[in-house]
């Protein structure tokens, strides 16, 4: 009886822990994505852009619009319209995870602002003289 019950309570841990398995793995698989950007997610990437993106974190470490740590190196003009940009530092910009979707998206994945660079540049400004 005990062995029957025994028994009973792990298969019923065991379909818990699955469900819970399902419903926590495409959470994990599609987060790093949103962080990098629709528009860059699944993109076959130059070889050499893991190594500039290191680098360009470590040479800017503040986000280039509001201060806080870099997280993201976006590109201005996105790689898959302009291939030749990809590794371009003129097309490059470090800024923190809200940053990159405000000012380098404009909100959406899906879209992307040219004139960030002048954003960034104009909200950093204004934070940097804010009066307190
Ligand atoms: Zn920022
Ligand atoms: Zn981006």
Known sequence: MINAILAFSIGVLTAVG???LLCILPYCAFKPRRDMGC???GKPRAP???ALSRQLRSDRPE??????PTTVIHHVLPFH???SLELDRTNLIALCNECHFRIGHGGSFRAWLPDCRR???TIRAAILARSE
Request: one cysteine or more.
């Open 39 to 41: 528009l860059a997610a």
């Open 48 to 50: 050499g852009w893991e």
């Open 63 to 68: 986000c280039e619009c509001c201060g806080l």
């Open 119 to 121: 954003l960034a540049a």
């Open 18 to 20: 699955a469900i819970y």
């Open 81 to 83: 319209v302009h291939p």
